[in-house]
């Protein structure tokens, strides 16, 4: 079958606080489209899930419009509409997933409802052609800090670990906020590390060495507060460059660590790191270097494909309909801890 | 004009094919209510497929759609909303709202004052006063039962009867508890075929949502930048 033969799939994303819309065909991306609701949340500094989705709902069709725009088709063009179902905040999904069931309905189409951590890795494929089998993911975002052994995409995904509490880019929202920088952490962090010397503070590795592949960022945010409290009570300046690489350092050390570690064990030779955090530049150069010394060959989607965005969610879904799965049924319910052994939604 | 209604502002999930002849006389060809509080995601599209085959129409036959605005609970309210505005979109249709209060009133039938009412969850109600069925006097508004002056009307709506203990005798009045989608369906072909405006499909939320805007920091700290 060549390409064109395959399936045009919308793919509709509404987990957190972007509305996207992505068009693809294979490993082919066609076209997309995110309208964000970020600068509606920096005040409260974190998202708000209501705010999140009345901005869904106004956002939808224009997003839709504007996906099929940019890919050149029209909806008559679709051939199967994916949508996450989960897992995600739930008013928002539900937005996403009653507007896919709409379009699927009135073009008379299948409707898949798909994994949102499992779409961040197979949004890879749109940039990077197919993925072995099987590949290590490693998805850092604000919302989840997972490891995972994707045996294939749409029928075997295994989680190998999991953050214990605080995902990754949480801790840099919090920390960002702990050194008054703006909301969302991350860029700002980014920043301000790379000024910095990173060996000047030590701060704890969460769940280093202990035979798991787990994370813990909650006690590293704990370690940063005390450390700047302790400094302004002696006095002592606080360089927020230092602090920020050396957070940066403790994070991405981890992060890399056991990424590679799982590669090793099962004796893979593909690493996948995919979400918001992974448009982070010290944990590219830190995965990389890693990468090379262990054999490994990484991949790393551009930082577009990597935050929330519908197209990751066609391309999982063009998998799903390639893979030959069931429709999912119009009663599909939203899942909101969607667990990511679970490519579709029942 | 063939034309799909249905409403998700409140504990019922309805939905009514319905159609407008060259003189404006309504007929309902397929209609069906269901109150789950918790599944209007998942019961309104297999209900609207189901009233389809029911009607003997496609989705593609339609002329329009026609969608409950609240307001009401925003969860489910917006289940409504996303629907319509895939549905019009996709089907090339115009999309129109209902204010989700002016289905319940119309559906009472009465041709006298009342005021109608809605669970608003948190100890209140949304609410809005009626000359009759299709006379709504001012905006629809948020309260809490016991600062609200009813003027000894009759009250109808499931949130005259949950707060019936405040309202005494006037919540007993006799007429829906829920919107119906049929009476929506009406009302709105009712409307379009005198040419009298409709509002937008946009959600009547009444109240901004709830997040707090973080403190500055306590401590006033000497960054080195």
């Keep these: 079958m060549s390409d064109h033969d395959l399936p045009l799939v919308l793919g ?37 899930p209501e705010v999140a989705s009345r901005a869904h709902l106004e956002a939808m069709t224009p997003t839709v419009r504007r996906a099929l725009d940019s890919a050149g088709v029209g909806l008559a063009d679709i051939d199967a509409v994916a ?14 997933v009653s507007a896919a069931k709409a379009y699927a309905m009135a073009l008379d189409k299948p409707l898949y409802g798909v994994n949102h951590l499992v779409g961040h890795v197979a949004v890879d494929q749109l940039e990077h052609g197919p993925l072995p089998k099987p590949a290590i993911a490693l998805l850092v975002s604000g919302g989840h800090t997972s490891l995972l052994l994707v045996n294939d995409l749409a029928t075997d995904v295994v989680s190998l670990g999991d953050t214990v509490d605080d995902a990754a880019g949480e801790a840099y929202d919090k920390v960002a906020r702990l050194l008054e920088l703006p909301y969302p952490g991350g860029p700002p962090i980014d920043r301000a590390a790379q000024q910095g010397d990173p060996k000047t503070i030590r701060f704890p590795r969460g769940k280093w060495g202990d035979g798991t592949y787990d994370f813990s960022f909650s006690g590293l945010k704990t370690a940063v507060a005390r450390h700047v409290e302790d400094a302004d009570r002696r006095g002592e300046p606080l360089v927020v460059a230092d602090i920020a690489a ?25 690493l996948v790191i995919s979400g918001g955090v992974a448009a982070n530049s010290a944990l590219r150069t830190l995965a990389g270097q890693r990468c090379r010394e262990a054999g490994i060959t990484l991949r790393v989607p551009r930082p577009r494909l990597c935050t929330d965005n519908g197209a990751m969610i066609a391309a999982l879904g063009a998998e799903v309909v390639a893979a030959g799965l069931p429709p999912s049924s119009l009663d599909l319910a939203t899942d909101t801890s969607l667990p990511v052994e679970s490519p579709l939604a029942r | 004009m063939l034309l799909l209604a249905f409403d998700t502002a409140t504990p019922a999930v309805t939905a009514a094919i319905g159609e407008s002849g060259g003189d404006g006389a309504f007929t309902l060809r397929a209609s069906a209510s269901s109150v789950d509080a918790r599944r209007h995601g998942e019961l309104l599209s297999p209900t609207i497929r189901r009233l389809t085959a029911e009607a003997g129409v496609a989705l ?52 006298g004052p009342f005021t109608a009412m809605t669970d608003a969850r948190r100890k209140e109600v949304f609410w809005a006063r009626y000359d009759d069925r299709l006379t709504r006097v001012g905006e629809i508004a948020v309260a809490r039962p016991a600062e609200l002056d009813t003027g000894g009307l009759p009250l109808v709506g ?55 805007v973080p403190g500055a920091p306590k401590k006033v700290r000497q960054w080195v930048k």
């Design chain 1, 12 to 48: 509709i994303e509404t987990s957190c606080d972007e509305t996207g819309v992505g068009i693809v065909r294979g490993c082919e991306l066609l076209g997309e489209s995110v309208a964000s609701s970020v600068d509606q949340h920096v005040r409260f500094g974190g998202v708000v």
């Design chain 1, 83 to 96: 949508v996450t179902a989960g897992p995600g905040l739930a008013g928002a999904l539900l937005v996403g």
């Design chain 1, 246 to 270: 050396a957070f940066q350092e403790a994070v991405v050390d981890v992060l890399t660590r056991k990424a590679v570690d799982a590669c090793v064990e099962y004796g893979v030779s593909t």
């Design chain 2, 60 to 111: 593609a036959d339609l002329d329009a759609v026609a969608v409950g605005i609240g307001p009401g609970p925003y969860t489910g309210l917006r289940v409504g909303l996303a629907t319509a505005h895939a549905l019009a979109d996709a089907l090339g249709v115009p999309c129109h709202g209902v204010a989700t209060l002016d289905a319940l009133a119309f559906a009472t039938g009465r041709t």
């Design chain 2, 158 to 212: 499931d949130g005259a009867r949950m707060y019936a203990d405040v309202f005494g005798e006037a919540a007993g009045a006799p007429g829906p508890l829920h919107p119906d989608a049929a009476a929506l369906a009406e009302l709105a072909l009712y409307r379009l075929h005198r040419g009298e405006p409709l509002p937008s499909p946009e959600p009547l939320y009444l109240r901004r949502p709830d997040a707090v």
